[in-house]
């Protein structure tokens, strides 16, 4: 990875966590899409390496400072933001029409919904022997809204911001 790439990286890294960390009270509603963005940007602007590191490192930073409780998923959560980041990514390389960043998030944002409803349902309880049913729920149709509104203010912030970048 050159210089300028690390450097972009570390600064979107340095973004999503100021969102996780700075808005930690307003939890799911506000941290989900802003971090969410945060991924969308950095494929965006970097590609998808940058998005996935940030995509391993925001919930391993959460788990270590208290914000996610359960260390059983972090691999979870972890595999969920790759998903959305690389399915982002390659339906948006292989797409060639106007708006096909749109169908890219909206299958990306599907993707990582449906593998943390199912994640939660069926990995994570080889690990606990009850599954919090707040868990079931905080990972389930809300991560759908967190990716999808992410991924939008990625979309209309980024054509304002690729140039200064």
Do not use: C, H
Not at 103 to 109: D, P
Not at 123 to 147: C, D, E, G, R
């Amino acid at each position: 990875m050159s210089t300028k790439k690390l450097v972009r990286t570390a600064l979107l890294l340095s973004l999503a966590l100021i969102f996780q960390i700075g808005f930690r009270q307003f939890a799911q509603p506000l941290v989900g899409p802003l971090v969410n963005m945060t991924l969308v940007l950095a494929t965006l602007i970097v590609g998808p390496v940058s998005g996935i590191i940030i995509g391993i490192l925001t919930p391993t930073v959460a788990f270590m400072l208290g914000i996610i409780a359960l260390a059983p998923l972090i691999p979870i959560i972890i595999i969920g933001n790759s998903l959305l980041v690389v399915i982002f990514y390659l339906v948006n390389d292989k797409l060639k029409f106007k708006g096909k960043e749109w169908i890219s998030i909206i299958l990306a944002s599907l993707f990582k919904f449906t593998f943390l409803a199912v994640g939660v349902r069926t990995i994570l309880p080889l690990f606990l022997l009850k599954v919090p049913s707040v868990i079931i729920a905080t990972f389930t149709l809300p991560q759908l809204y967190t990716a999808l509104v992410g991924g939008a203010l990625a979309l209309i912030i980024y054509p304002f911001i690729k140039k200064v970048i």
